[in-house]
């Protein structure tokens, strides 16, 4: 992992990218309206900002057997519970979006390879270490959430970095929820759960 140097006075602070993913950008299998716009938002961010933070870590949605996470023919969808069939393991959709391709992130992980995972402490990294672990051994105090969607996995990532005792930014123009309406409500439960509601630029 890099080293960056610390803000003075500041916390140790982890920049968490939630999956961005061709999966959940126009064109893929489960998208997101301005997910595209997102990832190079993202990228563009990561790359003025890097040294703000002492790691970078991805999360994917990795999905080998999910169970009724997918919803298969002749089963239909709730999208809710149930999903079309996205983010499969070993796929191109499944990889991250290749506008971050110049990220370098310091850690990736991948979650529900076997079951329904929508926040990225549910995931490992390829040397088994989940997210916890991983921002653990970098001394993290604080993290800014950023990715894709508002309204599910940034949501569920954000909420369970408050349950870890991180001080959580999220930073709403860096990330986009499935509908207006389920990203007000995310951001409504993030807010009273303990998390900063920022912009990029605030920050």
Known sequence: MSEQIQPSGGPRRALLVVDVQPTFCEGGALPVAGGTAVAYAIADFAATHRSRYQLVVTTQDWHEDPGPHFATPPAEPDFVDTWPPHGVAG???????????????????????????????????????????????????AVDVVGIAESHCVKATTLDALRAGFTV????????PVTAE??????????????????????
């Open 169 to 176: 930014r999220v930073l709403t123009d860096l990330t986009v």
């Open 91 to 141: 796929t191109a959709e499944a990889e991250l979006h290749p506008a971050l391709n110049d990220l370098f992130p310091d850690a990736c992980v991948k979650k529900g390879r076997h079951e329904a995972a929508y926040s990225g402490f549910e995931g490992v990294d390829d040397a088994g270490r989940d997210l916890a672990t991983i921002l653990a051994r970098g001394r993290i105090e």
């Open 182 to 203: 389920q990203g007000a409500a995310a951001r409504a439960e993030m807010a009273a759960a303990g998390a900063e509601l920022a912009t990029a630029e605030s920050v």
